[in-house]
């Protein structure tokens, strides 16, 4: 089903179950099985403080809401709430004068036990492969136990960021594909804040498997940091997430304990979908999950008294798109905050740093561009410019030739998870694959003789 025809069903039914109340008013008291949660920040350092924030924020939601303690997997590095730059040493908040949302969180995987490996054997419950790793705790999840995955990081086309890896739209594929025919679970929820989140399952989640993604951007586009700049203050980093801070910023304002339960999962698409203007909220999977309780996934406390429904605000002045933050808020600095001439002068020469190791970037990867569509003038046209890509629908067949160019870019030139740069220049690649799932034999060859001259301290560059 094409983007655009799903958003139009997706609107129409949002509209139909905004009238109509869910089928059982007992429905979240007496449901079989069990609710668990994984949730996953999958970047490390300061400039990905929302990251964490945004996960740190999601516990506190689904721990409040009644969900075990026992069912909840939390996976982040853990470098923010101590780190040297923090003006409040072990605490997180993901707004401005925000509540210490850090506090309590058991983290069950963290620091270098946050990979893309560890991920996939936890959420399909493979115990012995955790076994001596962090806490050990998996998806135990069975046919009747809905699960809800929140992970948020840096992405791109068909990829989610880890700290040293990729994560791969098939290889998650393949791991729901074990888990449906597994029976783990009945229902599964899934909210995804990464650029390009879309690309993960736009033609690639199947409908009829009992999972729903909700994105925070489409396959083109970035998403954006929120509380940025200004608002930041000390931190002097975005403090959230816009899609994370709305969908939950919202879950936070007070309502009564019946309109909490009666909630549905399009109810709260439908919330984040109006307030989220700057990329568009996107929704992928079967669409019957989109009727069922937001609260059978995550839980639901109320007050115990109606209260009127609240307005959320749009109006967010103080964004960033992802690929954007850093810069932007250095500039910010620089242009704003009464800096010393040391301080001025430090933060001056690391945006000229970045900016000449982002040409550095752009030189290899240009090159590499440019060798292939020599070799192969046919694809230049199907694929784009290196700087206008086109925007090709992916499919799996074409995911095993784009992690090969990847990873020999990453063994052979410098490290693209450890580059949040790259992520918008990996698009071509993609398409080079789209149209030819072979060319990477081709390819290969191409990578090393581009990188033989390639410094060695390609690193961090946003």
């Known amino acids: 089903m094409g983007i655009f025809n799903l958003v139009s069903l997706t609107l129409f039914a949002i509209g139909s179950f905004a009238v109509h109340e869910p089928k059982s008013t007992n429905e979240e008291i007496n449901v079989r099985g069990k609710k668990w949660v994984v949730l996953v920040a999958g970047s490390d350092g300061w400039n990905n403080y929302r990251h964490q924030a945004d996960i740190c924020h999601a516990y506190q939601i689904v721990k409040e809401n009644g969900i075990p303690l026992e069912n909840i ?15 409040t040493p072990g605490k997180i908040i993901n707004k401005p004068n925000g509540t210490n949302v850090y506090r309590g969180v058991q983290i069950d995987y963290k620091g270098e036990d946050v990979t893309k490996s560890n991920f996939l054997k936890i959420i399909t419950g493979d115990q012995a492969g955790m076994r001596s790793i962090g806490t050990g705790k998996v998806v135990l999840g069975g046919p009747l136990d809905r699960i809800f995955i929140n992970y948020v990081d840096h992405g791109t086309t068909g990829i989610l960021g880890f700290p040293d890896e990729y994560l791969y739209a098939d290889e998650l594929n393949d791991a729901f594909q074990t888990m449906n025919e597994n029976g783990s679970y009945k229902k599964m929820l899934l909210y995804i804040e990464a650029c390009k989140a879309g690309s993960m399952f736009d033609g690639i989640l199947s409908e009829d498997t009992n999972i729903f993604a909700v994105t925070a951007s489409g396959p083109r586009e970035s998403s954006y940091g929120c509380y940025c700049r200004s608002e930041s203050g000390p931190y002097k980093t975005c403090l959230g997430d816009l899609f994370s801070v709305k969908w939950m910023e919202d879950l936070d304002t007070p309502r009564s304990r019946q309109s909490a339960r009666k909630r549905t999962v399009f109810n709260d698409f439908s919330v984040a979908r109006v307030n989220v203007t700057q990329s568009n909220v996107m929704i992928y999977g079967d669409l019957e999950t989109g009727s069922e309780k937001l609260s059978s996934f995550i839980g639901y406390i109320g007050n115990g008294a109606d209260s009127p429904n609240v307005q959320q ?27 010393s001439l040391p301080e001025a002068l430090k933060l001056s020469a690391e945006l000229r740093q970045n900016k000449k190791m982002r040409s550095v970037i752009d030189s290899v990867l240009r090159n590499i561009y440019s060798e292939v569509v020599k070799a192969r003038p046919d694809v230049k046209s199907k694929i784009g410019d290196y700087d206008e890509p086109k925007y090709l629908k992916l499919n799996l067949a074409m995911f095993p030739c784009y992690r090969s160019i990847l990873n020999q870019i990453t063994e052979s030139c410098f490290s693209l998870p450890r580059n949040p740069y790259v992520l918008d220049h990996l698009t071509v690649f993609a398409n080079l694959c789209v149209v030819d799932n072979q060319i990477h034999q081709m390819v290969s060859s191409i990578v090393t003789k581009s990188c033989s001259n390639v410094p060695a301290n390609i690193i961090n560059v946003q």
């Open 73 to 87: 997997i939390t996976m982040m590095v853990d470098d923010i709430a101590y780190n040297s730059r923090n003006p």
């Open 313 to 339: 605000s749009n109006d967010f002045d103080n964004t960033a798109s992802s690929r954007d933050v850093h810069e932007s808020n250095v500039q910010y600095e620089l242009a704003h905050n009464k800096l």
